[in-house]
């Protein structure tokens, strides 16, 4: 399962957020820095409304989202880099995810505190991103010393030489890894170093309910900083959410549109790290369950069939596909098949977002 680390300075709402998150996860959520202090994790589904359209069709007896794990990651400081604030514990738990979702403040209260003493969301990504370069330079540097004497006579060393010194210029430029203009068989050569500022990134400007549908000028400049890198930015209000999950289905609709909103902040967090991912859903109905599977883009047929099952994988004959769109328009797999709406793909056929499919293989 993939999994998204959940970051910030001490007292942004992280643990808030992560405790909506998993609805009945036991992170602390408090008042004072280092609060989290062990990675707390949650396993979240993946909202799609696709599975209850095709389990009405199919008469499912249960539905089965995707799903992605989230980690609680403790409060970094600055000097995490050095070890301040149980720091080298902390990175390390930030290097073991896929993916950052780095929570900013962005909404003013006196009674809780900030760790730096006032609300500015663009020195708090500063705060953060920097510790983080300074973490990654230092895996660089420690690397470099152990290929430079190798890159006199050996071709592949020269190479990875090159990498290397190209990262550390733009790390020391106070930038991420993320902004340097890699080939995909060069981001995998350096994978084994686990560079923090090369991990897909989303920001999460947490405000108060009453800028959730609009934001404030704190979230635009947090967007002007992600533009800069290409990240995404979702607005979120870790209050609302705490509160959302309280009530029921209906009284939480009724709630949001009260704050002029179609969905939650945390919905949308969690399609956009999917996203962020590339990551791509596939379905599978039928009268047991409806399922949705995940994958890379680009994964082709009987690899995505392995993702069920490796049999399925090694034994794979074909695909029996058709479009989600498809299915719910003709309403039944069987109508579908007599306008010739369900296709026959091989071993080539790369899967595309909300196919319905059915394996045939041999055992």
């Not at 396993?43 to 989230?70: C, H, N, Q, Y």
């Not at 060393?157 to 890699?182: C, F, P, T, Y």
């Not at 999950?245 to 009284?251: A, D, G, K, M």
């Not at 709630?255 to 969690?270: H, P, T």
């Amino acid at each position: 399962m993939l999994r998204a680390g959940i970051v910030g300075l001490p007292n942004v709402g992280k643990s808030t957020l992560f405790n909506a998150l998993v609805a009945n996860a036991k992170a602390d959520a408090a008042n004072f820095p280092f609060c989290t202090i062990e990675p707390n994790v949650g396993v979240v589904a993946v909202p799609d409304e696709r599975l209850e359209v095709l389990a009405k069709i199919s008469r499912s007896e249960k539905i089965v989202p995707a799903r992605i794990e989230f980690v609680d990651i403790a409060g970094l400081v600055k000097g995490a880099s050095k070890g301040e604030g149980l720091g080298n514990q902390f990175l390390a738990n930030i290097r073991e995810v896929d993916a950052i979702v780095h929570v900013v403040r962005c909404f003013d209260d006196d009674d809780i505190i900030h760790v730096s003493g006032s609300v500015d969301p663009v020195r708090d990504i500063e705060v953060i991103n920097l510790e983080l370069a300074l973490a990654d330079l230092a895996q660089i540097e420690r690397r470099i010393e152990r290929v430079r004497k190798q890159a006199r006579n050996n071709k592949d060393a020269q190479a990875e030489m090159d990498i290397l010194e190209r990262l550390s210029a733009v790390l020391n430029e106070g930038k991420s890894a993320r902004q340097v203009s890699l080939s995909q068989e060069e981001r995998e050569s350096i994978e084994s170093l686990g560079l923090l500022t090369a991990k897909p990134i989303i920001y999460a400007a947490n405000v108060t309910e009453d800028d959730l549908a609009t934001g404030n000028d704190w979230v635009e400049k947090v967007r002007a900083v992600a533009a800069t890198e290409q990240a995404k930015v979702v607005v979120v209000s870790a209050q609302v959410e705490s509160e959302l999950v309280e009530l029921s289905e209906s009284e939480r609709q009724d709630f949001l549109n009260a704050l002029g909103v179609e969905e939650g902040g945390l919905k949308s967090l969690i399609k956009a790290t999917y996203e962020l991912l590339g990551l791509r859903t596939y379905l599978t109905t039928g009268p047991q369950e409806t399922r949705a599977w995940t994958i890379p883009a680009g994964t082709k047929a009987p690899q995505a069939a392995g993702v069920i099952h490796s049999d399925f994988e090694r034994g794979f004959i074909r695909a029996e596909t058709i479009a989600y769109s498809d299915l719910v328009e003709t309403g039944s797999m069987a109508a579908a098949k007599e306008k010739g709406l369900v296709r026959s793909e091989g071993k080539d056929y790369v899967v595309q977002e909300g196919d319905v499919l059915l394996f045939r293989f041999n055992v």
